[in-house]
């Protein structure tokens, strides 16, 4: 199973930009896909942003335009570059990872221990 560590949340005025970092540990299987989901207070875990092994991208319609996620494939690495963050985006931010088991269709997900962002004047 991959190990996820992420890093670069922390508190940031609105208007401001964060940029968050995830790499994945070393593993036998193979990543498909990943990305950055978040869980405001009182809310449930959403999509912020997702990038596939070939770099296709999907982003939640609250970060298009202001949220760019980009990956290194060969490093098993993505960034999410925020910028005009505004209160609404404060939360906990998790990188997620899919593998794929060996060479079958069997996926996995994988996620980090997540990282708080918090915009806030």
């Known amino acids: 199973q991959v190990q996820l560590e992420e890093s670069g949340g922390g508190l940031v005025q609105p208007g401001g930009s964060l940029r968050l970092s995830c790499v994945a540990s070393p593993s036998e299987h193979s990543i498909t896909k990943m990305g950055w989901y978040r869980r405001a207070p009182g809310k449930q875990r959403e999509l912020v942003a997702t990038?596939?092994?070939?770099?296709?991208?999907n982003y939640a319609d609250s970060a298009k335009g202001r949220f760019t996620i980009s990956g290194d494939n060969d490093r098993n690495t993505i960034e999410l570059q925020m910028n005009s963050l505004v209160p609404e985006d404060t939360g906990f931010y998790y990188c997620?990872?899919?593998?794929?088991?060996?060479?079958?269709?069997?996926?996995?997900?994988?996620w980090g221990q997540g990282t708080q962002v918090t915009v806030s004047s």
């Open positions: 990038i596939t092994s070939s770099g296709a991208t």
């Open positions: 997620y990872a899919e593998e794929r088991y060996h060479s079958t269709r069997i996926l996995m997900d994988n």
